[in-house]
């Protein structure tokens, strides 16, 4: 089992900037975490990818954040981060940290309960 618990949201103005940390608790032996990253979902909308990163580092970015958002991880902690800059109402959403893990060669999905970005114009 891996438990994610979100933190960081909250209520910025247009341009500001926010933090998001996603900390994960492994409590199953042997499971790692492949990828990591966050996803959001506004009212009426399906949720979208919105960054992820592998174990090595490598990062995937929606083209509607790549140049403002960046993405870290923290393989010795389990914690991944998500730097939010210049900040648009668009981003407003409930964003959930997801992790695929994989463990003896199958791989799984878990997700957070996610945490509430809103950003005002």
């Known amino acids: 089992q891996v438990q994610l618990v979100e933190s960081g949201g909250g209520l910025v103005q247009a341009g500001g900037s926010l933090r998001l940390s996603c900390a994960a608790s492994?409590?199953?032996?042997?499971?790692?975490?492949?990828?990591i990253g966050w996803y959001r979902q506004a009212p009426g909308k399906q949720r979208e990818l919105v960054a992820t990163i592998s174990r090595s580092g490598d990062t995937n970015y929606a083209d509607s954040v790549k140049d403002r958002f960046t993405i870290s991880r923290d393989n010795a902690n389990n914690t991944v981060n998500l730097q939010m800059n210049s900040l648009k109402p668009d981003d407003t959403a409930v964003y959930y940290c997801n992790a695929k893990t994989y463990r003896w060669g199958t791989t799984s999905d878990y997700w957070g309960q996610g945490t509430q970005v809103t950003v005002s114009s």
């Open positions: 492994i409590s199953t032996f042997s499971i790692s975490i492949r990828d």
